[in-house]
């Protein structure tokens, strides 16, 4: 499930006043391995079919945009190259006798995306939004590593598991950050943090304690 944050802005024009709009709190990002191990699951493609087939797609979306070519994916977008100029390279500024611009001076520096109606709807039908109730500003940096274990032995006293999303929520972490501090919670007994299940079903769960004989 989605959250969302109001975010102030000053308007445009009218000194001193404000408006609040909606923006998606994001808690993480995910790669293609971990899409491609989700759609492993629902289908009979294996996670390195999915990749390589991915990859594929995109170094030929490529090689069309380098022969000029806008490329079109039904469902997903529209791909169209642009053009900037070298570092240190200057405009051409149009004036008698200065230089003119040649193509060892432009590159490739951008490529613009512009999204399906029918992507845009999808993402929307499958989005349930909550209002967060953290602040904006919020950031990892509020707590140390034995207050973020903390918070996660607290979570996990009051649920039966973890997802590295939870973590992320409690603590502001990125994903990719999050997930290595779980993991090296899980190596550590004293920490009282176990895993259940693998690859894109991993969980963390509390450890139970082993009774000496």
């Given amino acids: 499930m989605a959250e969302y944050q109001m975010q102030e802005s000053n308007l445009p024009n009218e000194e001193g006043k404000t408006t609040f709009y909606p923006r998606m709190k994001l808690w993480n990002q995910v790669d293609l391995e971990y899409l491609a191990n989700n759609i492993n699951y ?36 529209i791909f169209t190259p642009s053009l900037g100029l070298r570092q240190g390279k200057e405009r051409e500024t149009g004036e008698e006798g200065s230089r003119k611009r040649n193509s060892m001076s432009i590159c490739i520096d951008n490529i613009n995306f512009r999204a399906d109606k029918q992507f845009i709807e999808e993402t929307g039908r499958r989005c349930i939004l909550n209002r967060s109730k953290l602040k904006p500003s919020r950031s990892s940096q509020k707590f140390t590593p034995e207050q973020r274990l903390k918070l996660a032995q607290k979570f996990l006293e009051e649920n039966p598991y973890m997802q590295v999303a939870d973590y992320c929520r409690l603590t502001g972490l990125l994903r990719d950050s999050a997930a290595k501090e779980l993991r090296q919670w899980a190596t550590q007994p004293e920490a009282g943090i176990a895993t259940r299940g693998r690859a894109a079903h991993k969980v963390y769960v509390r450890r139970k304690e082993t009774v000496t004989p």
């Avoid at 493609?45 to 999915?50: L, N, R, S």
């Avoid at 797609?57 to 945009?65: G, V």
């Fill in 42 to 77: 629902a289908s009979t493609f294996t996670p390195g079919d999915i990749m390589g087939l991915v990859r594929s797609l995109t170094q030929e979306i490529a090689r069309q945009m380098a022969q000029g070519n806008s490329v079109k994916v039904d469902g997903l977008g």
